[in-house]
């Protein structure tokens, strides 16, 4: 994006992008930091893959919707996180990277909070969810936008410029001052 209303759009997308991004992650806070009610709590499960394999030996719908929801949590990242960056022209494999990153540090950072709230326990399936959806998210969305925004930039840059047809009148000239004879000063003559 360039020229001055190229600038402004990517620091309104960047805006944008990170006031969804605090909202989002505001949101995922309160959802999953609350103290729970229960008569009791199992212990962590640190093992990786364990709790997804109990959730596949349930129903297929608790199942699905156990799992759904942990790739559903923080999938907006894999979006919002490019969308903060402003970036259009990067490697699609370093904004995956970055990306599966960040959506990594911040899944285990909430499943390490959540361990010290009331009710709750930390889980390394919920990690490895967390960041799975993240990764899709990006994966599915993050190129086609990218590629379209590319596109339009290049449409802008190569679209033939505005024809001047004399609707606003003719341009101004400026009358020109003609040059001044010479002079020599030591003779006091003039040619």
Not at 69 to 79: E, F, T, Y
Not at 83 to 101: D, I, K, Q
Not at 168 to 188: E, F, K, L, Y
């Amino acid at each position: 994006m360039q020229g001055p209303f190229g600038r402004r759009a990517a620091f309104r997308y960047r805006a944008a992008g990170f006031l969804l991004l605090v909202a989002h992650l505001s949101f995922v806070c309160w959802l999953t930091l609350r103290p729970v009610n229960v008569p009791w709590v199992s212990p962590a499960t640190l093992e990786p893959l364990a709790t997804i394999r109990a959730d596949l030996a349930l129903s297929p719908w608790s199942a699905a919707r156990s799992i759904g929801g942990g790739l559903l949590l923080l999938a907006p990242l894999g979006v919002l996180l490019p969308l903060a960056a402003g970036r259009v022209e990067v490697y699609p494999l370093a904004s995956l990277v970055r990306t599966a990153f960040t959506g990594a540090m911040v899944a285990l950072g909430v499943a390490l909070l959540r361990s010290e709230v009331t009710g709750q326990i930390m889980n390394m399936d919920s990690v490895l969810l967390n960041t799975a959806g993240v990764v899709l998210a990006h994966l599915l969305v993050v190129p086609a936008v990218r590629a379209c925004l590319r596109r339009r930039a290049y449409r802008r840059r190569t679209a033939p410029l505005p024809r001047d047809d004399g609707a606003q009148g003719p341009t101004p000239t400026i009358p020109r001052v003609g040059i001044a004879p010479w002079s020599d000063v030591s003779s006091g003559t003039r040619t």
